[in-house]
């Protein structure tokens, strides 16, 4: 089972994807854990790269596929079958958003894209964080060329979420909310997922 949290920068993907595997670990459930960019050893230099520079979208595009690609391999298929759940902060609606919305290269270019490369792996349930900018750029110390961007651009990045979060996989959680009512919402919607 792969599980992903999205949504814009400050809205608690991590503490929520941490919380989750805590709560894994409570069920005697294995599991493993990455960020996207991120994650092995070589996509964590490739997350160096990709938050420090300036680039264009396609740029951007490649380097966030070539280090999901090397998770695929080395982490992530490995871990689905020894029946680990797979939890991901960013995954491929991040990219759909980030480089295809907000990029200007197009949701389906991207989607294209990330099909021919065999990084499209489709979640079995993908947690949409949703908060204002006032409220989850208020949360954060801006530290990266994502984060420091203006209140507008923040916006924008949560109206494209709020616009792809359509399938049956999406779950749109008020994260302008505290944490412990956020994450009851994650854990009852996974649990009733996860239950046989």
Known sequence: MIVTFEGGEGTGKTSCARLLCEHLSRRSLPWLSLREPGGEALSEEIRSLFLAHEMGPIVELLLVLASRRRNIERLVEPALAAGRVVVIDRFVDSTLVYQGVLGGLGTRYVRTVMELTRTWM????????????????????????????????????????????????????DASQGLDTVMARVLDAFDALATP
Do not use: C, K, M, W
Request: hydrophobic content about 40%; glycine content about 6%.
């Open 122 to 173: 489709e979640p079995d349930i993908t947690f949409v964080l949703d908060a204002g900018p006032d409220v989850a750029l208020g949360r954060i110390f801006a530290s990266d060329r994502f984060e420091t961007r203006d209140a507008a651009y923040h916006g924008r990045i949560r109206e494209a979420f709020l616009e792809i979060a359509t399938e049956p996989r999406h779950r749109v959680v």
